[in-house]
Each structure stands twice: as C-alpha cells, then as structure tokens.
C-alpha cells in the first residue's frame, strides 16, 4: 500500500499568512493526488485533483504543485474560513490512501 | 445540482449487520463510479471501496480492512448505492461518506461530490 504523510500535523497561522502543507507518497503516484478540506462536523469538501487542477467553484487563493512523490497545497492568503483541516490523498492505485490532515489553527 | 444523502447508521452490537444507504440525485448513478469513506471519531479519512459504473460492470474494490465483511452495490433504478456491513466490529465506529468518483484524462478517477455522512456506532 501507498502511504501517504503529511507535515506539520497542525500549523498556527494568521489571518493574511500564507500557509505551505507538503504530502509525501511513500512511492511515486504521478500526478494523482487529490486535497480536501474539512471543517468540524462536516463533510469533506473536493479542493484539488490531478495534483494542481483546481475543482469548480474553488477560489484560486488555493493552489497546488508536485509530482511523483512530494507534493505542496499551498493558501495564498488566510481567511477565517480557511481554519480547517486538509487532508491530502493518492489515487494512482488500490486502496487509496488518504494522509494524516494538516489542522490549521488561528494564532 | 448533484446531492448524495447517506442514511442506515446507529448503534449496532458487534458481530452485527447493517445496511447503509446513499440516495444520490442530481446526476445519473448509472455513469459513476461511486466511494465509501469512513472517518473515526477523531481520526482522519479512510477509504473505504468502490463501485464501478455501468460500463463497467459494477465491479467493486475493498479496503483490506473491510473485504469479505463489507458488500457495496448500487439500484440505478432507485438512484442509490449501498453498503452492507456484516460481522462489524469496534474499530468500524465512524461516521460513514458516499461520495462521486470522476475520471481524469489518464483514466484514473479522483473524488468529487461527498454526501453529509451517517455515523455507525459499533458498541455491546
């Protein structure tokens, strides 16, 4: 199986910073590797796919780099919204495997 | 406007069954390749399996976690897909996402849409 790690585990930032969160893939995936965002109680919200492709409706604050086995989602400017926790996840292969979540946390 | 609305889950003894359902609208089930993932009360996300589309078959894929307990299958007729649960225990706790699966250009197929989860207490 994939594994799939993401660092830091939780980040405290401000409002305006701009918030870097790496996934590493414990083998190559190409470009399959998808970015989700949860907020408490509800569903997993679609952020990113194919490692950049912004999903519709996504503002473009969010972006996302990489390939093979390091990958970056980046927020280019923090809102309140954006507190979260984002989880990154491959689908190069069976069984998808999902990384840890990076919580982001006001400061 | 694509919808998923997942509900079956409760409280269940383990070496129990349940059945959880999906109704999906806004879409045609049929064309898509459909997910569970699960989340345990505070833990992260884990996949759960897969329902291929109609054009392919409805096969299926399992997490090794759950293979040979867990059975998913669709109705098109009824717009829904399923999930049944057998033999559950403690560590199947989680609240319970259906959720779309989209192909990408190279055929691979990432998530889309995710319904609001039903949670699954697994509990003597």
């Known amino acids: 199986d994939i594994q799939m790690t993401q660092s830091p585990s939780s980040l405290s930032a401000s409002v305006g910073d701009r918030v870097t969160i790496t996934c590493r893939a414990s083998q190559g995936i190409s470009y399959y590797l998808a970015w989700f965002q949860q907020k408490p109680g509800k569903a997993p919200k679609s952020l990113i796919y194919?490692?950049?492709s912004l999903q519709s409706g996504v503002p473009s604050k969010f972006s996302g780099s990489g390939s093979g086995t390091d990958f970056t989602l980046t927020i280019s400017s923090l809102q309140p919204e954006d507190f979260a926790t984002y989880y990154c996840?491959?689908?190069?292969?069976?069984?998808?495997?999902f990384g840890g979540g990076t919580k982001v946390e006001i400061k | 406007e694509v919808q998923l609305v997942e509900s079956g889950g409760g409280l269940v003894q383990p070496g129990g069954s349940l059945r959880l359902s999906c109704a999906a609208s806004?879409?045609?089930?049929?064309?898509?390749?459909m997910d569970w993932v699960r989340q345990a009360p505070g833990k992260g996300l884990e996949w759960v399996g897969r329902s291929r589309n109609k054009a392919n078959s409805y096969t299926t894929e399992y997490a090794a976690s759950v293979k040979g307990r867990f059975t998913i299958f669709r109705d098109d007729s009824e717009n829904s897909l399923y999930v049944q649960m057998n033999s559950l225990k403690t560590e199947d706790t989680a609240v319970y996402y259906c959720a779309t699966a989209v192909r990408d250009n190279n055929g691979h197929y990432y998530f889309d849409h995710w319904g609001q989860g039903t949670l699954v207490t697994v509990s003597s």
């Open positions: 806004g879409f045609t089930l049929s064309d898509h390749y």
């Open positions: 194919a490692a950049s």
């Open positions: 996840q491959h689908y190069n292969s069976y069984p998808l495997t």
